[in-house]
Structures are given as structure tokens and as C-alpha cells.
């Protein structure tokens, strides 16, 4: 007699309302916002929450399957350069205008709570929005150049409404063009050249050069660097900011030559293309010169941006491994069940925990920054923190999204469950506006400018000497050691070569001990409160209290020529290490 099989199949992962579904963000935005603000936002949430697990997944999912097309000519030969995307691509284009990704910052509909919700409305939009939130991210940073430094020019007041519509029909997005073939972060080799237009009105140009990177080439309108003709201001110092309408009044390519879409490993289904600027009319923001300093305001919501969707990312990989959790039986029991499986996706959630609020306190200060509410502090931790939240939540998105793949056994590598997507998406994380040493070298820079970390650690005591609960006493003492830790590093006698070598190390740190304060701050709120979220803040504090927070290194000049030895074969003697044929016996 043979034996019949049973029929197995793994039932898939499902996803919940995404707001509701989401204990931190609801804590946090009770928490933070002002009870009046709170009951105006909280209903759009929670429907914007539901629409992220169905009709914007089914658009992401869609887009992601067609990708974006380019076709250089006509059928007669004609250069056209027309890139085609999806019907999705277009729809999530029209989610994002009317859900007021962008414009909600912008309305300032609560002061400077509005950067809080709008960055509350991102979180739940990108991880169903198949990277749209990418070109949102250069609208955001656009809008906020334009309306810090645009003047009164018509052009740009113009670009600024239509950057900041609900209105779909009226909605522009934004790309952000500085990457060179020279490369990225090192924007001083910009060979792009802007000659003054003869006898034009003040402020016009005419580009010319390659941009080898450029995301959202389908955007309506660009931002970018070049060096005006004539210009000898060395490296970035002779570099100016421009604005640049892509297409004119019949559609076509002002000038632009693209010449092929990029081939990635992720966000397929944003279109980034190599392309020329020939001629391409500009519009000068700000004045002449000092480029590199005035993108920092597009580079304060880019980068914030990118850490919002980053720890967005990591929430949904969180969801889903939970979700599949309770449905997955293996060796007799739901994966839920077993100890080890439950241990990993709850590191994996203490991980998120500190990010978010990491990356939300960000938001807070940009916040009162564009209402003119920050206080001194407040601008030298927004200066310190960007890059810091940037650099960390985008090294740790990638770990717990490989983590939730894991937690699928073979289905996470498995493309056609959409799973490698999820790894896929966050590996851009680390590289976009800054990789994590350029950013770390950047932290440097904001250490030598002002008091901030004088800032930094007022602003870890105050919430430690605010905690009331005696529950949080012993993590609040680690805290405090580890900031301690921190300033004596900072002052100590290191030459310049040690100090960028230890950098990451040190930018790791700040984010560390700053998400223990936030994290301990949280806790302690919904415990005095009452809040439901009590017992899982607690634990996620505790827990994230309990690591080495202040993990530095002190790379010497012997340490430095070792790592050199390690890498390229020098000999070791060379580097310090007084090793023999006998120093093994």
C-alpha cells in the first residue's frame, strides 16, 4: 500500500493597518503632539494606515513589475528621449499629492508640529509607494531651498506652489542632480559650467555638462550644481546653485540629452538616468557662489528623509517576519513559539525602537527651525543629528531587513514573494546623500563649528534628570557614563589622521547614547501616563540601555599602518609589530 502525501503549503505574511497596526508611532504621536493636533491628524492616519496595506501595495507592486523604459528616438529618427513609467508609477505620483506628502510640511497647519505629522504621513507611505517617496524627498528639499533663498523670483515662486500642491494635476516633483562621473559625495570636482545668458534678466543661464546619477529624471523640474563661467573660486567654493525646468511648454527636453537609464540593484522602478545638459536654461538660486552650503538646506530634509524611510522600512520587514510568525508551524509549533525565532524579531524591534525616535527627534527640531522656534540647542543638534540619524537608521535598515529575510528561511530569497525586495530597497539607504564615512567625517565638521557637543550632552541630562520612574534609574546611570565616555573622547589629544579614522565609531556612539535618552525619555511618558504602550516602551529602553552605548576606537598611527599592512601586505615590522620566528613558541 502506498502512503498518500499531504499537501503543504506555507501560508504568506499579511498586513495589517499600518498605522493601526503600529504601537510606537501611535505612542510617540500622542506623546509629542499637541492634544488639538492629535485629533485633527489621527483620523487621515489611520486611513492613510489602511491604504498603505492595500491600495498603494497593489501600485507599488505593479510599478515595480514595469519598470521605466527610455526611448531615445521617435519612429522617424528624432530624438525624443522619452522615458515611459507605469500607469502605477503615475497613480502613486497622484497618492502622494493628494495624501500631502510633501505640502503638509509646508501648510504648517499645526506650527511646527506639521513636520512631525507630514514626516508621520511619509513613514506609513513609503514602504508601499515602490520608492516614490525618492523624488518626494528632492521636492521637500527643493521647496524648502526655494522658500529659504528664492527671492521673489516668479519662477521659483512658481515652482514652490506647484511643489507644495495637493492639487495632482498642479503637483511637481523634483530631482536632484550633483552626482558626477567623478563621483558623489566630493562635489568639488563639478565640471558642469553655467555661462550668463547676454542680455537675458539677472539670474539666467545656460548648463553644460554630464550628470552621471540622476534620480527622478520623469520630475518637472531639477536642482543643481555648476561652476558660472569665469568663476576661479577653488573646489566647492566656486560651485552655485540652480534651478532647472526640464521640459517647455510643448513637452520636450530643454536641451537634455539622456543617454541610458541606470541598471540597480533596487529601486527599479524609479527612473535614474545618465544624462547632458547642452545648453540647458537655469535659473540661478541665491546668488553667485557658495553652492555646496546653500544645498544644505535641500540636504537637511534629503537625508532626514532618508532615515524616516528607513525606519519605515525596517517596521514593515518587522511586520511581515511577525505576521508570518503566528502562521509558520514548524518542528510542531508556530515560529512565535519558539524562544529563539521570538528573541531575534524582538532585537530586531528594539533595533527600530531607537531609530525611529532618533530620526522623529530630528523631525522635531527641523520643525522648529523652519517657524523660527529653535532655541540655540536646538540648531547645533539639528546640525549634529541629521547626518548622525542619516548614517545610523540607513547601516541598521539593511541588517534588520537581511534579519526579516532570515526569518523566512528559503521564501525570503525567493523574488517572486516580493521578500528580496525588502533588502533590495534598503541597501540604497547607506549610499544616498552621503555614504556612512562621508557622513561620519561630516559629523566631525559639525563637532568643530559652535558648542554642539556641549548641546548634545545638555540635551541627553536634561532627559535623564527628568525620568521619574525608579525602574529606569540603573539604565539613566549607564546613559550618563557613556555621554561622560563620549565628551572625554572629544577632548582627548588626538592628531587629526586618528581622529577621521575613528569617526564612525564616534558617530555610532552619539546615535546610540542619544536613542538611549530619547528611548528612556518614551518610557518613562507612558508610564506616568498609563499609556498602553507602557510595558513594550520599557522593555525596548531597557533593552537598548543594556549594550555598550560608547563602543570608540582609538586608531594611533601604529593602528592606522596596521590596518594599511592587513589590507596591502606590508611588511608588519614596518608598522610597529616586533614579531619573530621564535614569538610563537
Known amino acids: 500500500m502506498i502512503a498518500r502525501m499531504t499537501e503543504f503549503f506555507q501560508d504568506a505574511p499579511r498586513l495589517g493597518n499600518q498605522f493601526l497596526d503600529d504601537r510606537l508611532l501611535r505612542g510617540y504621536l500622542r506623546r509629542v503632539l499637541p492634544a488639538p493636533a492629535h485629533a485633527d491628524v489621527e483620523p487621515g492616519l489611520r486611513r492613510l494606515g489602511e491604504r498603505a496595506a492595500t491600495d498603494l501595495l497593489a501600485l507599488a507592486e505593479a510599478a515595480e513589475q514595469q519598470p521605466p523604459r527610455h526611448v531615445p528616438f521617435d519612429p522617424w529618427g528624432r530624438r525624443v528621449d522619452r522615458i515611459e513609467t507605469s500607469d502605477a508609477w503615475a497613480a502613486l505620483d497622484r497618492a502622494a499629492a493628494e495624501e500631502g506628502i ?3 510640511a509646508y501648510e504648517r497647519a499645526h506650527g511646527a508640529a506639521s513636520r512631525v505629522h507630514q514626516l508621520a504621513r511619509l513613514y506609513l507611505y513609503h514602504p508601499s509607494s515602490a520608492i516614490y517617496s525618492c523624488p518626494l524627498a528632492m521636492t521637500d528639499g527643493a521647496a ?9 523670483d516668479p519662477r521659483l515662486r512658481e515652482a514652490y506652489d506647484h511643489l507644495t500642491s495637493r492639487d495632482p494635476a498642479r503637483f511637481w516633483t523634483a530631482g536632484q542632480w550633483m552626482t558626477e562621473r567623478t563621483g558623489g559625495s566630493d562635489v568639488s570636482g563639478t565640471s558642469t559650467v553655467a555661462r550668463a545668458v547676454a542680455g537675458a534678466s539677472s539670474g539666467d543661464y545656460r548648463l553644460y555638462g554630464t550628470k552621471w546619477f540622476t534620480s527622478a529624471t520623469t520630475s518637472q523640474v531639477a536642482m543643481t ?4 563661467e569665469g568663476d576661479d573660486a577653488p573646489g566647492s567654493a566656486g560651485l552655485s546653485l540652480f534651478y532647472v525646468k526640464l521640459r517647455d511648454d510643448r513637452g520636450a527636453l530643454q536641451r537634455i540629452v539622456v543617454h541610458r537609464l541606470k541598471d540597480k540593484l ?3 522602478a524609479l527612473p535614474t538616468a545618465e544624462l547632458t545638459l547642452d545648453g540647458t536654461p537655469a535659473v540661478l538660486v541665491g546668488g553667485p557662489g557658495h553652492g555646496v552650503r546653500k544645498i544644505a538646506a535641500i540636504l537637511n530634509v534629503t537625508r532626514l528623509y532618508n532615515a524616516v524611510c528607513a525606519v519605515a522600512g525596517m517596521h514593515r520587514a518587522i511586520a511581515l517576519a511577525r505576521d508570518y510568525a503566528t502562521r509558520r508551524v514548524a518542528f510542531g509549533r508556530p515560529l512565535a513559539a519558539h524562544p529563539l525565532h521570538a528573541e531575534t524579531l524582538a532585537a530586531m524591534a528594539v533595533e527600530h525602537a531607537g531609530a525611529f525616535l532618533l530620526t522623529f527627534q530630528v523631525g522635531e ?8 522656534e529653535a532655541s540655540d540647542d536646538d540648531l547645533q543638534l539639528l546640525r549634529l543629528l541629521t547626518p548622525v540619524a542619516k548614517l545610523y537608521t540607513g547601516k541598521q535598515a539593511v541588517a534588520v531587513a537581511s534579519e526579516a529575510l532570515e526569518a523566512f528561511g528559503g521564501a525570503g530569497y525567493i523574488e517572486d514573494t516580493g521578500l528580496p525586495r525588502l533588502l533590495r530597497e534598503a541597501q540604497v539607504l547607506p549610499i544616498w546623500e552621503g555614504t556612512t564615512n562621508v557622513l561620519s567625517l561630516d559629523v566631525l565638521r559639525a563637532l568643530g563649528k ?10 541627553v ?4 534628570d527628568a525620568l521619574a520612574h525608579p525602574a529606569l534609574r540603573d539604565a539613566s546611570r549607564r546613559v550618563a557614563d557613556a555621554t561622560r565616555r563620549i565628551r572625554a573622547y572629544a577632548d582627548a589629544p588626538l592628531d587629526g589622521e586618528s581622529r577621521q579614522a575613528g569617526a564612525r565609531a564616534f558617530a555610532f556612539a552619539l546615535a546610540r547614547i542619544f536613542a538611549a535618552a530619547l528611548l528612556l525619555e518614551h518610557a518613562d511618558w507612558a508610564a506616568t501616563h498609563d499609556d498602553a504602550t507602557a510595558a513594550t516602551a520599557a522593555t525596548a529602553a531597557l533593552r537598548w540601555c543594556a549594550q555598550d552605548l560608547a563602543s570608540l576606537a582609538e586608531p594611533d598611527a601604529t593602528h592606522r599602518a596596521a590596518s594599511s599592512a592587513l589590507l596591502y601586505g606590508e611588511r608588519l615590522s614596518a608598522v610597529g609589530y616586533e614579531l619573530s620566528a621564535t614569538d610563537h613558541r
Open 266 to 268: 533596487g529601486t527599479r
Open 102 to 104: 510633501v505640502a503638509t
Open 450 to 459: 559652535g558648542e554642539a557637543l556641549d548641546a548634545f550632552a545638555r540635551g
Open 461 to 464: 541630562t536634561r532627559r535623564l
Open 144 to 152: 524648502r531651498a526655494i522658500e529659504r533663498m528664492g527671492g521673489d
Open 365 to 372: 527640531l527641523l520643525g522648529r527651525e523652519e517657524v523660527g
Open 225 to 228: 550644481l555648476a561652476r558660472i
